[in-house]
């Protein structure tokens, strides 16, 4: 079983810098795909970026393209999203979603991520 903990997320201003982090549990880390997605009330939960487990493929929604860089690091079992140029349209929960081993990480489809964190509040204010 694969446990994931978030953290990095709070309050900044518009044109601010935030980094995410999410810490894994378990021995399969290195084979996983891992992704960002965010979710605001009411709506449901979006892409944001994923990455490959070897870290050299990386895919971004076009929302953020430019602005948020994924990567991880699996000699510490963690993953990070680097987010600049922050703006309100942010604001959201951002969960830390894994995949089965060996899975692809081109998928953008919340439904093929089996492990997902708690979730951590990032608010961008104007």
């Known amino acids: 079983q694969v446990q994931l903990v978030e953290s990095g997320g709070g309050l900044v201003r518009a044109g601010g810098s935030l980094r995410l982090s999410c810490a894994a549990s378990g021995r399969s880390f290195s084979t996983q795909a891992m992704a960002w997605f965010r979710q605001t009330p009411g709506k449901e939960r979006d892409f944001v970026a994923a990455?490959?487990?070897?870290?050299?493929?990386?895919y971004n929604a076009g929302s953020v393209k430019g602005r948020f860089t994924i990567s991880r690091d699996n000699a510490k079992n963690t993953a990070y999203l680097q987010m600049n140029s922050l703006n309100p349209e942010d604001t959201a929960v951002y969960y830390c979603?894994?995949?089965?081993?060996?899975?692809?990480?081109?998928?953008?489809?919340?439904?093929?991520?089996?492990?997902w964190g708690q979730g951590t509040q990032v608010t961008v204010s104007a």
């Open positions: 979603a894994a995949r089965l081993p060996w899975r692809p990480a081109t998928s953008g489809n919340a439904d093929e991520y089996a492990y």
């Open positions: 990455v490959s487990w070897s870290g050299e493929c990386t």
